[in-house]
């Protein structure tokens, strides 16, 4: 069946017609059964690459006699421990089945036919299409150097335009936007628009003159900022995330929150990780180490790269990236081919351990070299 001929089409909500799935990344039991391959690395879907603490395997564990029962809907002791980390009341605080549940609540509660959403070329792909499900029009910004362009997008702002999505950093890009500016765009921005910072990758990155947007909550009431258990704290296939906002905001996004979109082990895990300081160091510390073996290698291999500031590197592989794909995934290599961000010859990879980092640049060069 094609789109086209799906026979309630023509009841659906305007803008499902023209929407495309979000498409992630090719899990490893695909690849063995596809191929028969048993030794695969997965580097496509920016997971740390350590897993998650023990601490919160013990509190995943510590859940399991309780299965049969609902979580707290209302997630009260991970609200709290959110709260004291960002130094915020709990009453700011959204929870979500990841951090894209808060992003598609977010579309929910402030888009509809006839208002606007902005976001940027090479922007992550749930901005348009949480967007496009509630009937939104779609205004991308061209991006520079794959990165915000800042002033081009205040320039779009409209009457109509009622969210803005930001991502610091940019999936798939890597790229970054310091302090100066991004505060400078915020403020920027009309007090009935809502702006919405996705950090995400936050916990990576160490540049002196990187942001923390949770910081200014206090001056920008039309601020959201989002945050996500699946990267640094390795809680991936458990979906907890969360957002934090004015109160105002953060009434309106848990009225249309499920009660129950935070399960058991997600609450206990996510809070549990919070404390465990040493383990973050540690992936953070992997994460740079990776990186840079991973563009020690590139530079000396030869294809061009975006300089990135997550767990991830987009490289130029010079060619249609599908046929690059193809090959690496036959040398049991899983990267991720961003065509479908209007990339045609980029390739995203994780940074893995150091022995996958190694098995990945000689899959590369053996297949950039054919």
Known sequence: MTQDSNQFLNIATPGIANLKPYVPGKPVSDLERELGINDSIKLVSNENPLGCSEKAKAAIQAELSEMARYPDGGGFALRNALAEKHNIDSACITLGNGSNDVLDIIARVFLAPGYESLFSQY??????????????????????????????????????????????????????????????????????????????????????????????????????????????????????????????????????????????????????????????????????????????????????????????????????????????????CIARPVANYGMPNHLRVTIGLEDENRRFLSALSKVLNK
């Open 123 to 332: 922007a992550f792909a749930v901005y348009p299409i949480s967007s496009q499900a509630v009937g939104a029009t779609l205004n991308m910004a061209p991006a520079s150097n794959y990165g915000h362009d800042l002033e081009e997008m205040i320039n779009r702002v409209g009457e109509n335009t009622r969210v803005v999505w930001i991502a610091n950093p940019n999936n798939p890009t890597g790229t970054w936007l310091n302090s100066d500016e991004l505060e400078n765009f915020v403020a920027a921005i009309p007090k009935n628009v809502i702006v919405v910072v996705d950090e995400a990758y936050i916990e990576y990155v160490a540049e002196d003159e990187y942001p923390d947007a949770s910081l200014w909550l206090g001056k920008y009431p039309n601020l959201i900022v989002t945050r996500t258990f699946s990267k640094a704290y390795g809680l991936a296939s458990l979906r907890i995330g969360y957002g934090l906002s004015h109160p105002d905001v953060a009434d309106l996004l848990n009225r249309v929150r499920q009660p129950f979109n935070a399960n058991s082990m997600a609450l206990a895990a996510a809070e549990a990780a919070l404390e465990d300081h040493a383990f973050i160091q540690q992936a953070v510390r992997v994460n740079r180490e990776g990186m840079s073996q991973l563009a020690a290698g590139l530079d000396a291999m030869g294809p061009e790269y975006i300089p990135s500031v997550g767990n991830f590197i987009t490289i130029d592989v010079g060619q249609p990236v599908e046929a690059v794909d193809k090959a690496l995934l036959q040398e049991g």
